[in-house]
Every structure is written in structure tokens, then in C-alpha cells.
């Protein structure tokens, strides 16, 4: 199983996904299953876990919107 790093805001799921320009990582909704494919998976809840972590310490942005580690499955529709 892997692991997604996600959150709902007003009513819309995004996901975590790693911009490699711009080195940072984004927000991307994910309302089909093709645009999960392009988020952060990973193979381990704890690669995940460490990743959220990562970002609490040192992205703000991203660390206020209540993000958590979530089973990449519960997106597939």
C-alpha cells in the first residue's frame, strides 16, 4: 500500500506533490484518479510520515493546512 500525504479544503481533496523546478512542494487536487498519480506517494507510512514532518518544520504554507498522512487507495474512484 502507499501513502499520500493530503488534506480537504472547503470540500476538495489535494495532495502533496513535489515540484521539481521550483523545489518545493504544492498542492494539486485530486478528483481523478489521474491526478493522483502525480502526487508525493510513498511505498512506506513512515517515508510519508517523514516527509510530513519535513514540511511541518520547514514549509509554514504548507504546514497550516492540516495536512496528514493518508492510504493513497482512498482516492481512487
Known sequence: MSYV???VI???PYAVHPNVEKKRFELIKVLKDSE???AFCSPTKTGAVNILRWIQENDVKLANKNL???P???YFR
Open 36 to 38: 493522483i498519480s502525480k
Open 5 to 7: 500525504i493530503a488534506t
Open 68 to 70: 496528514s498522512v493518508q
Open 10 to 12: 472547503d470540500g476538495v
Open 72 to 74: 493513497e487507495a482512498k
